[in-house]
């Protein structure tokens, strides 16, 4: 009995072992199946967003349609971009000016003799994201609100621009070409103000005082989240980009018509990376501190208290504790889209640091 009790045992023993390493097997050919499944995936997205930024011409293939992918992109991009203009205010004057990184359209505004003001626009953007700006800033100004070279908008650019020098040299080559003296104001907002913090510490010698509105990186490093969101903005899906652009104006979206204009500009980023050639702008940097000390030139640090790509109590505290001499000034009850929702306080902020 004891003999048939420990075969009957082993045979349990047995079948159990059989049915675990079954077991142990379906799981590893559930797991590669689902693995390779999930690459599978991957692969198609990334080679679907690939052809969605790569497609047409190259970067540098200089062509009757460049910076455009081809001359139905053009097209539809400009009719856009034209119909967006019809709201800037009439009276200026619009140039196309030669240098030798490309040509940069420029919008002016203003007495022909007053100061002059250079307006950087954020990045994905054009001048026209300072058609609320325009008539205040130009009452007593010259006003030259540029395309970015190497951006969105109808500057067509003929180098790359790699490095934030070559920035700061294109800059330096524009204003030479617009005859302007060593008494630029040069006002950046977002990526355009990073830009503005390179021609400062590259070219103090001609400006006259310099505003930098909400500038990415510059003077603190930007959040893990908004990097992450930003990364997910490049998914070619409306909803990604919007999300982000959600996140970033938390204060902007709480009306119907912040919401209108976040879906506006949705429309306009998802356009611009459809119709232009993809290239990857210069990489934005924190000035170092002894950057930021070397700097005599007034400068105004506009940034909103809902500042959401890094914090804005912090960037403040870091300025001054490093550069006291910067002038700095929180916007209420706004974030990093305040440009739209508090535009006649900035204006305000702004013309009282230059009329100072």
């Known amino acids: 009995m004891i003999t048939i009790f420990k075969r ?5 023993l047995s079948k159990t072992r059989k049915k675990g390493w079954l077991i142990l097997l379906r799981s590893i050919q559930y797991f590669l199946l689902g693995f390779g499944s999930l690459s599978l995936v991957v692969v198609l997205i990334v080679g679907w967003m690939y052809h969605y930024y790569m497609w047409g011409p190259g970067v540098m293939e200089m062509n009757e349609s460049h910076p455009f992918r081809s001359e139905k992109m053009k097209d539809k991009y400009m009719s856009f971009y034209d119909k967006e203009a019809a709201g800037w205010p009439v009276g200026g004057e619009e140039r196309m000016v030669p240098t030798s990184f490309g040509e940069t359209f420029v919008r002016i505004n203003g007495p022909k003799d007053a100061p002059p003001i250079i307006l950087l626009p954020g990045g994905g953007t ?5 058609v609320k700006n325009i008539q205040s800033l130009s009452k007593n100004y010259r006003v030259y609100a540029l395309d970015n070279i190497y951006d969105f908008g109808r500057s067509i650019y003929s180098r790359k621009i790699s490095k934030a020098e070559d920035f700061t040299a294109w800059l330096d080559e524009l204003f030479t070409a617009l005859k302007l003296e060593n008494n630029i104001n040069l006002i950046g907002y977002s990526y ?43 998914i070619p899906i409306r909803y990604f980009a919007k999300n982000a652009l959600e996140w970033m104006c938390a204060d902007f979206t709480q009306t119907q018509e912040g919401k209108a204009i976040i ?48 914090s804005a109590e912090e960037a403040i505290e870091r300025l001054n504790r490093i550069a006291p001499k910067i002038q700095t000034t929180v916007i209420p009850n706004t974030g990093h889209c305040m440009i739209y929702t508090h535009t006649d306080k900035i204006n305000k902020e702004i013309l009282k640091f230059l009329d100072q």
């Open 8 to 12: 009957n045992k082993s045979k349990e």
């Open 126 to 130: 054009s001048s026209l994201i300072w």
């Open 192 to 234: 355009g103000g990073w830009i503005t913090s390179r021609y400062l510490i590259d070219y103090p010698g001609r400006l006259n005082k310099v505003v930098l509105m909400a500038p990415a990186y510059t003077v603190y490093p930007c959040s893990t989240e908004f990097e992450k969101r930003a990364l997910m903005g490049f």
């Open 263 to 310: 879906n506006k500009r949705n429309d306009e980023v998802q356009l611009s990376w459809q119709t232009f050639k993809f290239k990857i702008p210069p990489n934005m940097t924190v000035l170092t501190d002894e950057e930021l000390q070397s700097i005599t030139v007034p400068v105004l640090y506009l940034v909103g208290e809902n500042e959401k790509l890094y």
